[in-house]
């Protein structure tokens, strides 16, 4: 047989790469980007070359399972015809039954139809969708509203980017990413702050790599710790934990006091400007010098107003990532990062503008269908505002919400509080779940669905930078895909869904989202698969936002200033207090989130098999072996081995939280962003007991 090469799009994280399979009798064989690919240009990260044997993996969910307990539970209560389609069920093992497709979406529609009418419509909650097309995403919200008539409905988003979207929306009206990552190659200073690019974003940071080393371009990098990218910096700035908003505020003094501001643009463009002005230069937090008060952090006032300069005479774009989302001042920071760009002009051209960096291939696309409480499709405002994921956790507690349905997000793996939302999964009454795989939550539902993944299936996804590509499939998998199982449940309750194709679906997105994607046919999509189609998309495509106007009803931005809350790791410092070690987790660039793909995937997980703790060696002694446990105030962590590393600061920790036994997210609690309920994955106060071998 033949061997055939395929293109489509990468199912990691938000960069979206294009990539090319080689495919022989229907097994991928080799992915590789095309040197032409505008996303990749023609490379691609370990995950997207060699992170595709999870397709073909013995473990992946081929069949429709129902909990044998459940069955036991209900089957009283059955319908006459649910009943007899019950003998067709076969035991697989002491908790499982295999279930006909036929049964388990008609259990699901008889369950999902009889807690609605016992416990009211909003008796439903629904999340998911980042890691599945839009068609799926814009079926999920429109099950969950139209046929549940219930507003609860969210995505992972909320554990990453959802203060960008609401920072953004702020300030600007627009919470996606203004310019193409190819504008770096076009810009004079890249400010990158809460962001390991090299090891989250690769093909991103290629790109700055590349300008560097064509010094066409300096770059700052900030974090808590001191990561890869920052060997080409000019400026490398380590930040105690939760300074983001401390640090950004102090630049934007710098800015307005050594009069560095575009007055011309500010006059235009924006309002606000006197008040937030008269805000910064007040605030006694919004001073550089407040990090000569911070021991061990000093140095950090010349460096203000070093990268303040730097970012305020030059074309410079601004990065972060979820180093600065998931904070309690998450959404603060992220407006504070919209002002510096409203403040000197750079926003609105090429070669400047706001970039966060989304975690999820799909995130962008997700949320832009409609899969948050508060937004409809095309980010319009529905009727009644649903819960956030923390709310209806706290719902089921409460017992006001009765049932769940999953798709491809693993909520008892990758959100915070994980004895909280153990506790309160028990409580609800059904448990639906869609994935590829077995998985921590898929292991908790009552029924649960195998359904395609992206590399099995057509349809479109939206990277970080807005840029739509049409997937197709690079294998055949008769399982059926998210958006074809919401549907047949849906026929069954109410008989109203009629998709038979993905094109179908779309075809409704493009009804129900006309400002971003009217103009975005699959015709379109099909003719752009390799460089994609950046929205809005009318007749053409919008490869920069706010060329003319901001997104907001008078057309102007907004500064809005939000002062820094001096607080745990900064506040030890400042009155010596004693001691204390933070934890901040992230990614590794081998491994994907909650690992469901890339362990799956021999090659990587051989790589990463596990999550390290990486310590201080200004903390620890070096001469000792040990590995080590973390107690939290909400919970603690499995058993970690340990790494002594250059890159820590004294007083701090990281881990990546990629394998469940790692148990890591147990250790956050409810501290969220302050608007968006994020949690504060970055920064936790930790004790640790040594086990030393």
């Keep these: 047989m033949a061997v055939a090469n395929i293109g489509s799009v990468c199912t990691y994280c938000g960069v979206g790469c294009d990539i090319t399979a080689e495919v022989k009798e229907n097994q991928i064989q080799k992915i590789y980007a095309q040197n032409d690919g505008y996303v990749s240009r023609g490379k691609l990260c370990i995950k997207g070359k060699r992170g595709f044997d999870f397709v073909h993996s013995p473990h992946r969910l081929k069949e429709a399972k129902v909990k044998i307990s459940f069955v036991h539970k209900h089957l009283e209560q059955f319908p006459r015809e649910l009943k007899a389609l019950s003998n067709s069920l076969q035991k697989l093992d002491d908790i499982w039954f295999a279930s006909s497709y036929s049964f388990a979406t008609s259990l699901v529609a008889w369950k999902l139809s009889e807690n609605r009418r016992l416990y009211g419509e909003e008796s439903f909650f629904a999340t998911g969708g980042a890691r599945t097309s839009c068609e799926s995403g814009y079926v999920l919200q429109k099950f969950t509203r139209t046929t549940m008539r219930s507003p609860n409905i969210d995505n992972c988003a909320r554990v990453c980017h959802a203060p960008s979207l609401n920072g953004l929306v702020a300030t600007i009206g627009e919470g996606a990413a203004t310019n193409p990552y190819d504008d770096i190659f076009i810009a004079e200073f890249l400010l990158l702050i809460g962001t390991n690019t090299t090891q989250a974003h690769p093909i991103v940071a290629n790109r700055m790599i590349e300008a560097f080393k064509n010094k066409t371009c300096d770059i700052a990098v900030c974090d808590v710790r001191t990561t890869p990218i920052s060997k080409i910096a000019k400026h490398k700035v380590v930040l105690p934990f939760e300074a983001n908003l401390l640090f950004l505020n102090c630049m934007a003094y710098v800015i307005i006091t050594e009069n560095l501001y575009d007055k011309k643009f500010i006059k235009s463009r ?372 340990v790494k002594i590393s250059k890159t820590i600061a004294t007083g701090t920790m990281f881990c990546s939280f990629h394998h469940p036994k790692s148990k890591i997210n147990y250790l956050y609690g409810d501290e969220s962003d302050t608007r968006t309920k994020t949690a504060c994955f970055k920064s936790v106060e930790v004790r640790y007991q040594q086990i030393f071998h």
């Design 270 to 641: 924006t309002k606000e400007f006197e008040s937030y002005k008269a805000q910064i230069l007040s605030d006694p937090y919004s001073k550089p010098e407040i990090f000569q008060d911070i021991k061990g952090y000093e140095d950090i006032t010349q460096q203000v107003y070093d990268i303040a300069r730097d970012y305020a005479t030059k074309k410079s774009m601004i990065f972060w990532g979820l180093g600065i989302t998931e904070h309690i001042d998450g959404s603060y920071a992220v407006m504070a990062i919209s002002n510096l760009s409203l403040l000197t002009g750079n926003i609105g051209k090429s070669g400047t503008g706001l970039m966060p960096l989304r975690g999820q291939n799909n995130v962008q696309g997700c949320c832009d269908m409609g899969c948050l409480p508060y937004y409809l499709p095309d980010y319009q405002t529905p009727e009644k505002i649903g819960l956030k994921t923390p709310e209806a956790i706290d719902a089921m507690l409460d017992g006001q919400i009765k049932s769940m349905l999953v798709m491809g997000e693993d909520i008892t793996h990758i959100h915070s509080n994980i004895n909280k939302i153990n506790k309160a999964i028990k409580k609800l009454d059904m448990i639906v779940v869609l994935d590829l795989f077995e998985n921590s939550i898929a292991s908790e539902a009552d029924v649960l669905f195998g359904v395609k993944s992206a590399y099995e299936k057509t349809g479109v996804y939206v990277n970080a930078m807005r840029r739509l590509h049409l997937s197709q499939p690079l294998i055949e998998n008769s399982l059926l895909d998210d958006w074809e199982i919401l549907r047949d449940i849906e026929n069954k309750i109410d008989g109203n869904m009629l998709y038979k194709t993905s094109e179908d679906v779309w075809n409704d997105v493009r009804v129900d989202a006309p400002v971003r994607f009217a103009g975005a046919t699959y015709q379109k999509l099909k003719k752009s698969r390799q460089k994609g189609l950046q929205w809005p998309v009318a007749r053409k495509d919008t490869p920069v936002l706010h060329t003319e106007k901001f997104n907001t009803k008078d057309g102007l931005g907004s500064f809005i200033f939000n002062p820094y809350s001096l607080r745990n790791q900064i506040k030890n410092l400042i009155t010596k207090a004693p001691k204390k070690f933070y934890l901040t987790t992230g990614r590794v660039l081998t491994n994907y989130n909650n690992s469901s793909q890339t362990a799956k995937t021999d090659r990587l997980a051989q790589l990463h098999s596990e999550d390290i703790l990486l310590l201080s060696a200004e903390d620890f002694d070096t001469d000792k072996s040990f590995d080590m446990v973390l107690d939290s105030a909400y919970g603690q962590s499995g058993r970690l081995s």
